[in-house]
């Protein structure tokens, strides 16, 4: 059993950590002229790519991968500012459906560019830093991280393997000039490039070199391995 931390699973976790808190409030910077939270706008997504523009609200949790109180009070939101409307399941009394209203679907659409803005400048333009196909090493670190947090594959974004069921429709029409997945390693492909910002690591001749980043935590005075 592992009852301690390597100074680089530190580095890795500090550093999720950090883009956790800082990415949502960035989107809701970026999405601020349209009035919506970034969160709220993945919840109208959701449902502007739904048949009818309705989702069930237990649906539309798993979609967004939110709570049913949190969804709940998002809907509630949304419906006091005319975006959503709640209506009773015909198929089950005791569900409750979303919809997307008129002025709902229009905020989505007009939200979309700026959502987009904000997404390529805040992750897209960093992922293009690296070598490979930065989208396809994001989209394989993180579900490898959601398939552990969701083992049960009880959530959207597990359910179903590759496609993932809380992925964003694909475009009606594919577009030639969209990049191919990247194959798996190559030896010809470049090492990838150091991080200017992150911290000396603790002395450890099997650890590779980083480079400090503000969000990194304190080496250990000496170097810390695993148990078995």
């Known amino acids: 059993m592992t009852t301690s931390l390597a100074h680089r699973e530190r580095v890795a976790i500090a550093r999720l950590h950090a883009l956790l808190e800082l990415l949502p409030t960035a989107l809701d910077r970026h999405l601020s002229p349209s009035g919506i939270t970034s969160f709220e706008y993945t919840l109208l997504e959701a449902l502007a790519e739904a048949p ?14 939110a709570t049913l109180p949190r969804l709940s009070r998002v809907v509630s939101s949304l419906e006091k500012r005319g975006l959503v409307e709640r209506l009773p399941c015909a198929e089950d009394r005791r569900a409750t459906n979303a919809i997307l209203t008129d ?23 960093g992922l293009n830093k690296l070598p490979g196909d930065g989208v396809q090493q994001l989209t394989d670190l993180s579900y490898a991280i959601l398939s552990v947090l969701d083992p049960d594959q009880r959530l959207a974004v597990t359910a179903s393997g590759d ?15 969209d990049p ?45 391995v695993p148990a078995a």
């Open 52 to 65: 009818d523009h309705l989702l069930r609200l237990s649906a539309l949790a798993s979609r967004t991968n």
């Open 103 to 125: 002025s709902g679907a229009q905020v989505q659409e007009e939200s979309a560019p700026l959502y987009a803005a904000g997404a390529q400048e805040l992750i897209l333009e």
């Open 163 to 177: 496609p993932c069921a809380a992925d964003p429709a694909p475009a009606a029409d594919g577009c030639a000039a």
């Open 180 to 224: 191919a997945p990247a194959a798996d390693g190559c030896a010809a492909d470049p090492e990838a490039a150091l991080c200017a910002a992150d911290p000396t690591p603790e002395p450890c001749a099997a650890d590779p070199i980083l480079e400090p980043c503000a969000a990194d935590p304190a080496p250990a005075r000496t170097s810390v």
